[in-house]
């Protein structure tokens, strides 16, 4: 199993817009080989942020980076930086593999 998670840093009075975006955005995920799951989280405000993460669950990293080299990730991530008001920063992104 590996992880991939994207950590942003939404400005503080962002966060409604932030998550439309996710809300109305299509993530061609549904069909891609070795996709099991997707959540958005929301983390602790801070004095000029708020955390959250996008977190997905695949099979395996190899299918996790075929996907990141596909027209379906391109699809998903077309204008993503149409909004760049309510960042802090660039997202971090962060892979983990299941090792228990």
Do not use: C
Request: charged content about 30%; cysteine-free.
């Amino acid at each position: 199993m590996y992880v991939a998670m994207n950590r942003f840093k939404i400005k503080n009075g962002k966060e409604n817009a932030f998550e439309e975006i996710w809300r109305g955005r299509d993530s061609h995920l549904k069909n891609v080989p070795g996709f099991r799951e997707f959540r958005l989280l929301k983390g602790d405000a801070e004095n000029d942020f708020t955390l959250y993460a996008s977190h997905t669950i695949w099979n395996s990293r190899k299918e996790f980076l075929a996907w990141t080299k596909s027209e379906a990730f391109r699809k998903a991530h077309k204008g993503a930086g149409e909004q760049n008001e309510i960042y802090l920063g660039h997202p971090k992104f962060e892979g983990f593999e299941a090792i228990l």
